[in-house]
């Protein structure tokens, strides 16, 4: 198995709702992030978990909150969203290896609408 | 100035032809590089990665690292309509920082 895969593909929810955004790989990386994209601009990064804990978190609002159950899933809790969280959420794994050739993997991403 | 700029394009080529992606880096300080391919509403793909300066070739695509310049490019031989993307520059400073910097992208029609 040699991909990210996201759940779900398509999101619409309303400012008051919360949802969840799930990632998982089975490729043994150590690391998963959190990107989120607009349209026309490059993936911005969110969030980093390396061996399941937070070692980056690039000033997101607390609105967003994400969580590392295992070693194998990440999920990105969503509470009270703008219309400008509207985006491609992204999420992203890579091995570390501690090499300097480290790549990541992108997953297909979540496409979400806030109305 | 942003770290890592890169033509946003569009560039549209005719089928067969040679592609030439480019971006330009600031600090110096970055030591691994990456092109990943975007299709529209998917995530990227990676496809290429150098970490020194010079060529590195896989089928159609060659990468292409000048250091000294702070200038990547990758080129694309016998473009296909199938190659109509969006293409990303990446780059990474050393071991342990896991940031991937990103270039704003390149949109590539091949018309057929």
């Known amino acids: 198995d040699t991909e990210v895969t996201q759940t779900p593909k398509h999101l619409v929810m309303g400012m008051t709702n919360k949802k969840s955004l799930k990632c998982e790989q089975h490729?043994?990386?150590?690391?998963m992030y959190w990107y989120k994209q607009k349209a026309k601009k490059p993936p911005e990064l969110m969030f980093v978990?390396?061996?399941?804990?937070?070692?980056i978190n690039e000033s997101v609002p607390s609105r967003f909150s994400p969580e590392c159950p295992n070693s194998s899933l990440l999920n990105l809790h969503l509470h009270a969203l703008q219309p400008e969280d509207s985006a491609l959420y992204l999420c992203?794994?890579?091995?570390?290896?501690?090499?300097?050739?480290?790549?990541?993997?992108f997953g297909p991403g979540t496409r979400l609408l806030v109305l | 100035q942003k770290e890592v700029e890169q033509d946003p394009g569009p560039l549209s080529v005719p089928e067969g032809a040679i592609v030439s992606l480019n971006c330009t880096y600031s600090n110096s300080a970055f030591q691994y590089f990456m092109w990943y391919r975007q299709y529209s509403r998917k995530g990227p793909e990676l496809l290429m990665y150098t970490y020194s300066s010079g060529n590195k070739e896989d089928g159609r695509f060659t990468a292409q690292v000048d250091k000294s310049s702070k200038y990547i490019s990758l080129f694309i031989r016998d473009s296909q309509p199938s190659d109509s993307a969006t293409y990303l520059c990446a780059m990474r400073l050393n071991i342990g920082n896991e940031k991937l910097t990103f270039g704003t992208g390149t949109r590539l029609t091949i018309i057929p």
């Open positions: 490729m043994g990386h150590r690391a």
């Open positions: 978990y390396s061996y399941e804990k937070l070692s």
């Open positions: 992203a794994s890579s091995p570390l290896t501690g090499r300097l050739q480290e790549t990541q993997y």
